[in-house]
């Protein structure tokens, strides 16, 4: 294995002063949970900076280190690592895995990669943490789950990356659901709408070639909508019935590195999209409550709009990210006189992670999810117990986007979800 690069600049200066990934005051007396992730484009930066946060914010068992960033650009990864505050670097992830100052792996990187890491990284005695959607296929993500399982027999524990579990306003509405508060489930609604790709000249980065990305906007977007709303009901999907689209089937080639979600295009070169743009289905709970699902990157003017409303018996709740610190509810058991959809807002200390946070009425944003998932991850390290959600619960997620595909492509026949 080669030498860990170092970083160079201000980073490298807080690291050896303890401003920056060193410990100082009281997170020097805890433990350290060293920290090495894979990647460090988009969900690289969120991770980072809920890693660096976590322990400052949260008074947490063990203390999170930003040991080592790994990517195959040297020169990149190396800035990556200056801008968020890792001590080192690597340009292959194996060497990462191996390395014996690594206690936990944080793979953010596309899809066709997520086996590969967390196999060996579990084999080799770490804790892994994986974004969603937790593999391109049910045959890797199953077997995912049958490593995780034979390594939590050992105590390394592995965890899916679904951070938006982690808003405060999700998080109390599982609570209000497990409560009782909407009584038997009816109806589920989701959407998950975004424009990104509305223009036809957008390049053909990763996320729109199966072999890299595995789906469009069902794993994409609908891996989010299906676990979300499985989390809030309690309940499983049984069955669905899919409509998929691809809309513009050849784009350009990008021509340089990607920015955030998209990238430069190149000169007159081609190639075919080859995943779908938008994805639309119905399914039904084991329960029998039925459930809408849209998930789409088409949606001219949307730009991350998630929305979901659970009905039930006695009352509703719904959610919208573009107003993430709110929760609407309805107690079906009021008096109609006065009875409506009332709003939450969700800033109050007993609320879920909002006691460490800032006084009632002061919102938190869209990078607090993954202080939240390393702060629950943190937790579950420490106690030696299996966190949530599990690569479990990311196969069933699988098994639902698999389930959509199979039911699209035969004109939308109902399709059992398999267990």
Known sequence: MGQPQQPEGAE???????????????????????????????????????????????????????????????????????????????????????????????????????????LAALA???????????????????????????AAERGQLAMVGFNYRRVPATALARRMVAEG????????????????????QAPLT???????????????????????????????????????ETFVRRRPLPGGAAVGLSAVSADGTTGEVTVDDAAVFTGRFTSGALASFEATRYATGRKNALRIELNGERGSLAFDLERLNELSYHDGTEPGAHAGFRRILVTEPDHPYLDAWWPPGHGLGYEHTFVHQARDLVHAVAEGRRPEPSFADGLQVQRVLAAVEESAEKNSVYTPIAV
């Not at 690594?102 to 990187?109: E, K």
């Not at 892994?128 to 995912?144: D, F, G, S």
């Open 181 to 200: 508060r909407i009584g038997r489930l009816r109806h589920v609604r989701v959407t998950y709408l975004q424009d990104w790709l509305v223009d036809p």
């Open 12 to 118: 490298a200066e807080a690291a050896a002063t303890g401003t920056g990934t060193a410990a100082t005051g009281a997170s020097a007396s805890r433990p350290p949970l060293r920290v090495g992730m894979v990647g460090y484009a988009f969900m690289g930066a969120a991770h980072s900076q809920g890693w660096r946060t976590a322990g400052r914010v949260f008074d947490l068992p063990l203390n999170p280190q930003l040991t080592a960033i790994c990517g195959r650009d040297a020169d990149a990864v190396r800035a990556a690592a200056d801008r968020h505050g890792w001590a080192s670097t690597e340009t292959d992830w194996r060497a990462l895995v191996e390395r014996d100052d690594i206690d936990l792996v944080d793979i953010c990187t596309p899809g066709d990669s997520h086996a590969e890491i967390a």
């Open 124 to 150: 080799a005695g770490k804790h892994v943490l994986c974004e969603k959607p937790l593999a391109n296929t049910v045959a890797e993500a199953e077997a995912m789950v049958r490593a995780a399982e034979e």
């Open 206 to 244: 990763w996320r729109l070639r199966k072999e890299l990305a595995g789906s469009g906007s069902l794993g994409d977007l609908g891996a989010h909508i299906v676990d979300l709303a499985q989390y809030l009901t309690g309940e499983r999907l049984a069955g669905v019935s899919a409509l998929t």
